[in-house]
């Protein structure tokens, strides 16, 4: 069973200093975003040619992924099709078992995280090794990530240092950053050198070239690829851009945007495989060719998965990506997860305060807080909200569409301080007045005073 | 240029002063205005929960009250946003494409066309300006703090001729108060904390009043800086503007 | 077959609207790109040494690693011994290598980012499994962003390459900057000032 936000981000809160720890955390991340952003003038430029050059590939979504596939193929490298997680899983497994591959090192995707890889190549007595060190604090601790770019963002340095003692009998009680970190490297490094196979996802696949890039800081994508015989790289269709010269956009944006880098320490871009051996691209739709039909959801294929809405969005900050229980959590992962499933979800896109900050700051412009709308009105159409909150709705829709009744309303509300807001704020009364006081009723309405003044 | 002026559901019903200041302000700005009668509301709040379908006759009677007019002047960008951007779902007929196009918060309105003619007003106290996020990035009422382009004038604009008064910025440029709408109730919990914490920010540099154009804002902080008694006073630009803050 | 079905929504479900690929005319910030690249280097926690020509690249190298240490060498020009990596039997042998010294095509003063491709690489694992990194640079193959960084890229042929902007990094616990990560633990730049 899905928790769902209200509930999860109640209990999270619970802990307010842990709540302040986190938000200040992630606001941090946001300013650093700024500083890097605000040192590139082009800024909106960029974020202008980078939506576009989305949209456009997406519109030709067909064309680019069969040039891209040729080009790959013509590289040496084999592709493959999945058309949901499931297939995905299945193609891994069977590219793995015919390599007799006991062990993987996997570099941050959260597209494995979307088809849940991990637990089906374990159930296949494969070990799965994350190598990313946010991805393996939490792998370690058997849990999701709760940030697409930090997946550990919530996790406080005691409890990393708690977590290696237990598992790598590191020094107790030592809760330095540059301990830990090293104490992983250690760990980490034995396991690339012993590792079967790697596999990665993919930031963008270039048509023209059929090449995939792929972004990060730590060296772990490079670590398990260059090492290990077998590369795999997993990608959603929609990560495709038409050509290398595109790249030049995304890269000044993706790191900028996710962490205030001016581009991450590695972005690597593989055309062919290594001398004699094998390289391989599973392409993967998992309903991305049907949401591509959604009218006014389509555009949320164009994410580059940068976190930056994350980083900005003041309920994200103060709930935690775990208070979303969905894949990808945050103001993106609102107005993707209906897509996937609308009444598992359908608490996630209410959320909000449509303050609009995650589409300022998505760098390909996705009118992120806007779907957030639309959702919500195919979700009231839809049969999946309570009907008791349908039937508040036509009473207040009656008061309100009706100046009489308004008038009859405000005035009794105005007296008994208690009508107008049971209508407002959908029956609750007591929830608005919980942490806040209740408005002082006026002697009259605006327009009585403004009707007598008239006189 | 026939002007109206629109009042929001919940000024009306609970921050009538705001509204008197916006009519006494046009006033003595010479400004031919009327304010239709039989006003409610612009039907966001139940857009905002999801059922835009039975906001339609809100919609309706909003369009019928405003539709002979050049120009509709809201007290609440909110309200005006919801307006400009969310009546989509009723036929766009001339009346709902005019009223849609020429609705405008009044505060920008006054921005753009009198700021000079207001005032001088002497308010010697240390505020803060906080911009409601849907004129902020629903009407581009000033830059927000995400884009990278020139910083454009919107409410600390409106201060031009104001006197003695010591604007103090907040820590957090333009970040959300809480209010959402049907969120602040929904999503009680992050609610508070939102508002919560844009008031430790106001109470933490000793300023003395917060300042919105947007005055649904307010009613959320207001509701949480009454329940914890604290030492801060909210108003609306207008009232300042008008000299009428008691 | 999936491909097919996959190939065939998209086709069937794809925005009809006109979408076109814009052009790349953006106006960006030009000049002073060796000082800028110099400027980024703290920035990207690399230490950044300059060498009027390859034999002061040697002397440099040599003032800061000495002793018996193990090294990888890829330029020619540069007049230090090191292990022939074309001997090795595993690339596994590379583990805890002390320091690789490798040539970059191109560097990008934007952001501090090298260009380094198996046109110099032996083996692709050279510039990660090291634990200090030394590229070098000629200062005539600075470019002032990534958009011209890609356009001169395109004539170089490449079967992998990557950008490295300085040693390996992690902030992946609480927010705190940790360099060395999985690759190199230091990295230096030396840009060489008289090209030939």
């Not at chain 1, 959320?351 to 303050?355: I, R, V």
């Given at each position: 069973m899905r928790g769902s936000i209200k509930d999860n981000s109640e209990l999270f809160l619970k802990n307010e200093e842990r709540a302040n720890w986190h938000d200040k955390a992630l606001w941090f991340v946001r300013e650093k975003r700024d500083l890097a952003a605000k040192s590139v003038p082009e800024w909106e430029q960029l974020r202008e040619k980078a939506s576009a050059v989305k949209m456009h590939t997406l519109s030709n979504l067909d064309r680019y992924l069969i040039e891209f596939e040729e080009n790959a193929i013509k590289n040496g490298v084999k592709v493959h099709w999945a058309k949901d997680g499931k297939e995905h899983n299945r193609i891994i497994e069977e590219i793995l078992q015919s390599h007799q591959v006991k062990k993987v090192v996997k570099s941050k995707s959260m597209l494995t995280e979307e088809c849940h890889l991990n637990p089906h190549l374990e159930s296949k007595g494969i070990e799965v090794i994350d190598t990313d060190l946010g991805e393996r604090i939490i792998q370690l601790r058997k849990e999701p990530p709760s940030h697409i770019v930090m997946p550990a963002i919530h996790i406080k340095k005691e409890e990393v240092s708690e977590l290696f003692h237990e598992k790598w009998n590191t020094e107790k009680g030592n809760n330095d950053p540059v301990y830990l970190t090293y104490q992983a490297r250690l760990s980490l490094r034995k396991d690339f050198l012993t590792a079967d196979a790697a596999i990665t996802g993919v930031n963008f696949a270039v048509a023209e070239t059929g090449e995939v890039v792929v972004c990060t800081n730590e060296g772990n994508a490079d670590m398990g690829t260059h090492i290990a015989p077998l590369q795999i790289h997993s990608m959603g269709i929609e990560k495709l851009i038409p050509k290398r010269e595109h790249l030049g956009i995304f890269t000044r944006m993706l790191a900028r945007s996710a962490t205030g880098q001016h581009i991450t320490v590695y972005t690597s871009h593989f055309r062919k495989p290594k001398k004699g051996e094998e390289m391989h691209i599973v392409l993967v739709d998992n309903k991305r060719s049907e949401r591509i039909s959604r009218e006014k959801y389509w555009t949320s294929l164009k994410c580059i998965r940068c976190g930056a809405c994350m980083n900005t969005c003041p309920i994200y900050r103060r709930s935690g990506g775990h208070s979303y229980d969905a894949t990808i959590p945050g103001p993106i992962g609102s107005i993707l997860a209906p897509n996937i499933d609308t009444e598992k979800y359908s608490d996630l896109p209410f959320?909000?305060?449509?303050?609009g900050s995650c589409s300022d700051v998505c760098p390909v412009k996705i009118n992120i807080h806007e779907q957030l709308f639309f959702w919500r009105q195919d979700i009231g159409r839809s049969n999946v909200l309570p009907k008791s909150k349908k039937i508040s709705m036509k009473i207040m829709a009656g008061v309100l569409g009706n100046p009489a009744v308004y008038k009859m309303f405000g005035k009794m509300m105005r007296i008994s301080l208690k009508l107008l807001p049971s209508f407002v704020f959908e029956n609750k009364l007591n929830t608005w007045a919980k942490n806040r006081k209740m408005m002082e009723a006026p002697k009259e309405s605006f327009q009585e005073w403004y009707q007598k003044r008239k006189k | 240029m026939k002007i109206a002026l629109s009042i929001p559901c919940f000024i009306d019903q609970f921050y009538p002063q705001v509204g008197i200041a916006a009519v006494e302000l046009l006033e003595k700005l010479n400004i031919d205005f009327e304010v239709p009668k039989n006003q409610t509301c612009c039907g966001q709040p139940m857009a905002n929960s999801g059922y835009e379908d039975e906001a339609k006759k809100t919609y309706h009677h909003f369009i019928d009250l405003f539709k002979d007019y050049d120009k509709t002047v809201m007290i609440s960008g909110s309200c005006t946003h919801h307006v400009q951007h969310n009546y989509t779902n009723i036929e766009q007929t001339k009346d709902v494409k005019n009223v849609r196009n020429n609705i405008e918060d009044i505060s920008q309105f006054l921005l753009e066309h009198y700021i000079d003619e207001i005032g001088p007003v002497h308010f010697p106290h240390r505020i803060a300006l906080h911009t409601g996020c849907h004129s902020l990035r629903g009407q581009r009422f000033g830059t927000s703090s995400e884009l990278v382009t020139e910083k454009k004038t919107g409410l600390e604009g409106m201060l031009k001729h104001v006197t003695g008064v010591e604007v103090v910025p907040l820590s957090r440029p333009n970040e959300c108060c809480g209010f959402g709408g049907t969120f602040s109730v929904v999503h009680e919990a992050i609610s508070i904390k939102m508002g919560r914490d844009k008031l430790n920010d106001v109470q933490d540099k000793k300023i003395e009043y917060l300042i919105s154009n947007d005055m649904s804002c307010l009613m959320h902080l207001e509701g949480i800086i009454k329940k914890e008694n604290r030492n801060i006073k909210v108003a609306h630009i207008l009232e300042l503007l008008n000299g009428s803050i008691k | 077959m999936s491909r097919k079905e996959i190939l065939e929504n998209i086709a069937k479900n794809k925005p009809s609207g006109e979408y076109k690929l814009p052009d790349l005319n953006i106006n960006t910030q030009k000049g002073k790109a060796a000082e800028k690249f110099e400027g980024i280097m703290p920035k990207v926690s690399a230490k950044f040494e300059k060498a009027k020509d390859y034999i002061a690249v040697t002397e440099v190298i040599r003032k800061h690693f000495s002793g018996d240490i193990r090294i990888v060498n890829l330029i020619e020009k540069v007049n230090i011994q090191g292990i022939d990596v074309s001997k090795l039997k595993n690339i596994k042998e590379l583990d805890l290598l002390d320091l690789a010294i490798i040539k970059g095509d191109l560097a990008v003063a934007e952001n501090g980012a090298i260009w380094v491709s198996d046109k110099n690489l032996p083996h692709r694992i050279l510039p990660f499994i090291c634990e200090n990194l030394i590229l070098v640079i000629d200062k005539k193959n600075i470019v002032n962003n990534m958009h011209e960084a890609y356009r001169l890229q395109n004539n170089l042929d490449y079967d992998y390459g990557v950008f490295i902007a300085g040693p390996s990094k992690t902030a992946d616990i609480e927010q705190s900057l940790v360099v060395g990560a999985q690759g190199p633990r230091n990295m230096m730049v030396i840009l060489v000032e008289n090209q030939d």
């Open positions: 959320a909000s305060t449509l303050c | - | -």
